[in-house]
């Protein structure tokens, strides 16, 4: 069987928790899209680990972590992180597609040059070169990991890339400009670090296919940072959505039978772009202390999060983007501080109220239509039994169940493993 786990948000839906309670369950855990941008937090009896390319199935012995063509491979990054879990005392299997791309360093630098020269419009990247990693890509400049091993094909490739990136660093950032030799020579260590991870996996995948192995997909960010879907142009710069796991992992769409949309009982977000529900002030650094397990900052970049109310529409929108067979409810306990609980049922925009999710012009002029529920307003972390959940806490994830259209089937209740309930038992 193949499974997809999905954001339906902004990203920070807690999504790594999620994953690393199925990769349990699972022989193959894949990354297909996204790089070392975003990260995944997940607390087990190994400890604590932010992931940032590492798949979630790196904490089991018995499951193999692939890095999908799909990814934006980091090849620094991704050894830094290996080091890491081995000295937790892990020792995870895992390959790399040799269909991946790198993403160089002088990606960091243009995505670093290019937020400089936008000042106060820049994108609000965290910089990690996702951007010009996949301009490169789609213009047929970047490397794949194969082409690290075939030395005529790479400095052929490396000519026509300083020639292209030296322009614009001279004319456009006036910065300093790209070595061939020192390109090469990165390119050469980069190879003796990846060699030993490097695979066919499209054929490993096929071959585990025919064999009814459980494979999980795991997905970075959230639906409304799909470069189409999303609140384009404040996106990253790869889809995604669970329909792109077939690409970015190299298994036909049909194969993926279970999509489990991740979304959090409140909304938050890290970087720029459109947040209707968004809370400010006392109000929104209250909600940001009390969110998650050391609060609402960035897994990768330590960066406050951005935080609101449950948005529907915005949520409903991206759960029908995903396809969801099923949603799952985080850091319900998160709220529980609160004695009066909103939730965005709808937009206003122009005076037109609408639970329709809009472009983006018309999302910029949208503000909240707000319902008000009363909290519960007590510790419900612990609870095992949703039957056991004050009333209030049922009624608050009853109605949201209602106006998304699919169902709940667990909610969390703790950033533990084991903080989890099953709604429909």
């Given at each position: 069987?193949?499974?997809?786990?999905?954001?339906?948000?902004?990203?920070?839906?807690?999504?790594?928790?999620?994953?690393?309670?199925?990769?349990?369950?699972?022989?193959?855990?894949?990354?297909?899209?996204?790089?070392?941008?975003?990260?995944?937090?997940?607390?087990?009896?190994?400890?604590?680990?932010?992931?940032?390319?590492?798949?979630?199935?790196?904490?089991?012995?018995?499951?193999?972590?692939?890095?999908?063509?799909?990814?934006?491979?980091?090849i620094n990054k991704f050894i830094n992180e290996l080091e890491q879990v081995r000295a937790a005392g892990l020792n995870p299997k895992l390959l790399v597609s040799d269909r991946a791309q790198i993403l160089m360093p002088y990606h960091i630098k243009l995505d670093e040059y290019e937020e400089e020269r936008l000042g106060k419009n820049a994108f609000g990247s965290t910089k990690s070169g996702i951007a010009p990693f996949f301009s490169d890509k789609y213009s047929k400049i970047g490397i794949q990991v194969n082409e690290l091993f075939d030395d005529e094909t790479l400095r052929a490739k490396l000519k026509n890339i300083c020639t292209l990136k030296n322009l614009t660093l001279e004319h456009v950032y006036h910065k300093p400009l790209l070595s061939e030799e020192e390109l090469y020579n990165t390119c050469m260590e980069y190879r003796e670090k990846i060699a030993p991870y490097v695979c066919d996996t499209h054929k490993y995948l096929a071959e585990a296919m025919k064999e009814g192995k459980n494979i999980l997909l795991e997905g970075q960010l959230g639906t409304l940072k799909d470069p189409d879907f999303g609140i384009y142009?404040?996106?990253?710069?790869?889809?995604?959505?669970?329909?792109?796991?077939?690409?970015?992992?190299?298994?036909?769409?049909?194969?993926?039978?279970?999509?489990?949309?991740?979304?959090?009982?409140?909304?938050?977000?890290?970087g720029a772009g459109e947040f209707v529900s968004e809370i400010f002030g006392d109000e929104a650094q209250e909600l940001r202390i009390h969110g998650g397990d050391k609060g609402e900052f960035g897994a990768t970049t330590g960066r406050p999060r951005r935080v609101g109310w449950f948005d529907c529409v915005a949520s409903k929108y991206g759960i029908e983007c995903q396809g969801a067979t099923q949603v799952v409810m985080t850091a319900l306990d998160c709220l529980s501080y609160l004695e009066e609980i909103k939730v965005c049922v709808a937009y206003d925009i122009d005076g037109k109220i609408t639970k329709d999710f809009p472009t983006t012009p018309d999302l910029k002029k949208a503000k909240p239509v707000l319902k008000t529920f009363k909290g519960w307003h007590c510790d419900i972390r612990g609870i095992r039994d949703y039957d056991k959940l004050p009333q209030e806490t049922r009624d608050y994830v009853e109605f949201i169940e209602n106006e998304m259209g699919c169902n709940i089937t667990m909610v969390s209740n703790g950033p533990e493993r084991e903080a989890i309930i099953y709604k429909n038992k």
């Open positions: 069987m193949v499974r997809a786990i999905v954001g339906a948000n902004w990203g920070d839906e807690g999504k790594g928790k999620i994953t690393d309670m199925f990769a349990e369950k699972s022989d193959i855990v894949i990354r297909f899209q996204g790089g070392a941008n975003a990260g995944h937090t997940i607390i087990n009896e190994h400890g604590r680990f932010a992931l940032h390319l590492m798949p979630s199935g790196v904490c089991y012995e018995h499951t193999t972590c692939i890095i999908g063509n799909g990814v934006a491979l980091d142009p404040m996106v990253t710069s790869s889809s995604t959505l669970a329909g792109y796991g077939a690409v970015g992992a190299g298994i036909p769409p049909h194969k993926i039978e279970d999509i489990v949309v991740v979304t959090k009982a409140y909304s938050s977000a890290v």
